[in-house]
């Protein structure tokens, strides 16, 4: 006989005050850490296009589009890694956009990877395009951005890893659960 699955963790990114703290400090050194490294390239002598309000307002849009992508790609790898049976909606609460699956149970490193695959791509994206157009500061200052923006995905990511006794993780309406 199976034994049922008890929930170690339960992850509540809507009303947990402390995680709401660490992922404002972990966003504040990821847009630090991200635009350090522009005004380093910058410093360096790395040419790039010029600032002009056209920056600024493609700032704001490729910074906001980023966002909806990056809940795009949750959606695409629940999903994938879910199966077809996978419900998937979208909606925002608290300033965050976020993807429900609805009570879906996947491994810990199947829920890992449908976490930080928008980190990875999306930022990926934005720092090759914008090199690939020439603007390699807006790429770089988009993905600060958005990076700053990952950080719920990634402490719920680095929970997942800081229990080894967990073997599967379900998606909730507030976060995540930790199974074992």
């Known amino acids: 006989m199976i034994s049922p699955m008890r929930t170690i963790v339960d992850?509540?990114?809507?009303?947990?005050?402390?995680?709401?703290?660490?992922?404002?400090?972990?966003?504040?050194?990821?847009?630090?850490?991200v635009a350090l490294v522009a005004v380093a390239c910058f410093v360096a002598g790395m040419t790039g296009e010029g600032f002009g309000p056209w920056w600024f307002v493609a700032l704001v849009v490729v910074g906001m589009a980023s966002f909806v992508v990056h809940e795009l790609v949750h959606a695409a790898f629940f999903r994938l890694l879910g199966?077809?049976?996978?419900?998937?909606?979208?909606?925002?609460?608290?300033?965050?956009?976020?993807?429900?699956?609805?009570?879906?149970?996947?491994?810990?490193?199947?829920?890992?990877?449908?976490?930080?695959?928008?980190?990875?791509?999306?930022?990926?994206?934005?720092?090759?395009?914008?090199?690939?157009?020439?603007?390699?500061?807006?790429?770089l200052v988009c993905c600060a951005v958005h990076l700053s923006g990952c950080s719920g995905d990634i402490l719920m990511a680095y929970e997942i890893v800081s229990h080894p006794e967990a073997t599967h993780a379900r998606d909730t309406d507030h976060g995540i659960e930790l199974l074992a």
């Open 11 to 33: 992850m509540d990114v809507l009303e947990d005050t402390a995680l709401q703290r660490r992922m404002v400090m972990l966003s504040c050194w990821l847009f630090v850490g």
């Open 83 to 139: 199966g077809r049976d996978c419900r998937i909606s979208f909606g925002h609460q608290m300033g965050m956009l976020y993807t429900n699956a609805h009570g879906i149970t996947l491994t810990c490193a199947r829920m890992c990877c449908v976490l930080l695959a928008p980190t990875v791509l999306v930022d990926v994206a934005l720092v090759a395009g914008g090199l690939m157009l020439g603007w390699p500061y807006l790429g």
